[in-house]
């Protein structure tokens, strides 16, 4: 016999029962937000491959210097509007 205790609307990631709107809560991210952070992933590494394929000594060319570098920021870019997207009701 499970013991319920009453609190004051704070939902307990230990409640019991079937409450299908608490395990929507629990979730923080939806399918949306994992396909944006997995884009996001690719970017940044995307990013990082053009900057290996510069031809210029240290990385030193177009490529090492400023395209790169834009790619990985984008990246990143996207990886905050992953985080921060709210899911849809």
């Known amino acids: 016999m499970a013991t319920e205790f ?4 704070i939902s307990s990631p230990f409640a019991t029962g079937n ?13 949306s937000n994992y396909l944006w952070m ?9 990013g990082f491959f053009i900057m290996s394929m510069d031809k210029e000594e240290f990385g030193f060319g177009f490529l090492g210097l ?4 834009i790619v990985v ?15 849809k009701a």
């Open 19 to 31: 409450d299908a709107s608490a395990q929507a809560k629990a979730m923080p991210f939806q399918r």
């Open 73 to 87: 920021v984008a990246g990143y870019i996207i990886e905050f509007y992953a985080i921060l997207q709210k899911p």
């Open 66 to 69: 400023t395209l790169g570098p």
């Open 6 to 9: 009453k609190t004051s609307g």
């Open 38 to 46: 997995i884009i996001g992933v690719v970017t940044i590494l995307a």
